[in-house]
């Protein structure tokens, strides 16, 4: 008696007969990483999720049948799992080159398709790495203005593009560390560091708690992006200002006292400034406008804060 051979199980993947000229579902067993990336990413007819699981098929189709190895390899479509799985682990927390990629692919670790997958990947990382301050850890200015310009955008939302949760108002807030240049000078760059790192965790804390977003804005300035609902005043926008500036120098007084730097009277001074949807009335060119109304709000917050300093008998920087 002989035993019906069970057909594989379909990918949910369709190619083109070449006889038929019909579509036609491939079967997992025909699967090659170059089909999968080029589904995933290319044609986009199956998410994330159908991939993580066709892939895992492959790593175990891959493992239950070595003899056929080399007949695979040499059509390319042999798959790498355990040097794949263990690049791509790098290449998600940006801990490779993509001249250490182009290495292993050169010398047969990984095959053409499994690079562009794993470039794709590290690419990816690279650019989210850009956008974070090192020293911190928290955003840098790029990436700062980068969602400043989007919280920008959705202000400009009209009719069947504006949504519930966007926004009516942006706030912007930007600091800067009183005395900091002469504790860097005296206590030297390592303190410096501490220091930045203390206030930078400080910033964050208050972002939190806000619902906004904070980042070092450059050297010793930092800053607190959010948007509300509502109607935000300029006075309100002072009161806001002042009350940060306050939650701020208590949770930094805290602080530098755990660390022993108590006694050298670091503050920051904050100033802020608020931009409300109404401001978009009658533009003729929102991508030029928004960049405009993104120099204006940080000019004026920064202006504010600038006052604030002078008030206290500091200067820019010191």
């Known amino acids: 008696m002989t035993m019906e051979r069970k057909p594989h199980p379909l990918s949910g993947i369709y190619r083109t007969n070449q006889k038929t000229k019909k579509r036609e579902p491939i079967p997992t067993n025909e699967l090659t990483l170059a089909i999968l990336n080029q589904a995933l990413n ?10 993580d699981s066709l892939f895992r098929q492959l790593r175990e189709q891959e493992k239950s049948a070595p003899a056929k190895k080399a007949e695979k390899a040499k059509s390319g479509g042999f798959l790498h799992f355990d040097n794949f799985a263990k690049l791509n682990s790098a290449a998600v927390d940006g801990k490779i080159t993509m001249a250490e990629l182009k290495k292993a692919r050169d010398s047969g670790e990984i095959n053409t398709a499994e690079y562009g997958r794993l470039a794709a990947n590290l690419a990816e990382t690279s650019e ?6 090192h020293l911190t850890g928290i955003s840098n200015r790029r ?8 919280a920008i955008e959705r202000l400009n939302q009209q009719g069947e593009h504006r949504r519930e949760s966007n926004p009516d108002f942006v706030l912007f807030f930007i600091a800067d560390v009183n005395r900091f240049k002469f504790f860097n000078d005296s206590q030297g760059h390592p303190q410096g560091d501490k220091l930045l790192i203390i206030v930078a965790k400080c910033f964050e804390e208050e972002a939190i708690e806000r619902g ?3 980042s070092r804005y450059g050297g010793d300035e930092f ?3 959010q948007v509300g609902r509502g109607v935000a005043s300029s006075r309100n926008v002072r009161e806001i200002a002042q009350r940060i500036e306050n939650k701020i120098n208590a949770r930094l007084a805290i602080a530098l006292k755990s660390a022993g730097m108590a006694g050298f009277n670091i503050t920051v001074s904050v100033g802020g400034a608020e931009l409300p949807k109404e401001e978009f009335k009658d533009i003729k060119n929102p991508r030029k406008e928004i960049e405009e109304m993104m120099s204006t709000l940080i000019k004026e917050a920064d202006t504010m804060m600038y006052e604030k300093k002078l008030q206290s008998g500091l200067e820019r920087g010191k």
């Open 212 to 214: 906004g977003q904070a």
């Open 223 to 225: 800053a607190i992006m």
């Open 42 to 51: 290319v044609d986009k007819v199956i998410n994330q999720s159908h991939y």
């Open 128 to 133: 989210e790495k850009t956008e974070i301050d």
């Open 143 to 150: 990436g700062m203005d980068k969602n400043l310009s989007y």
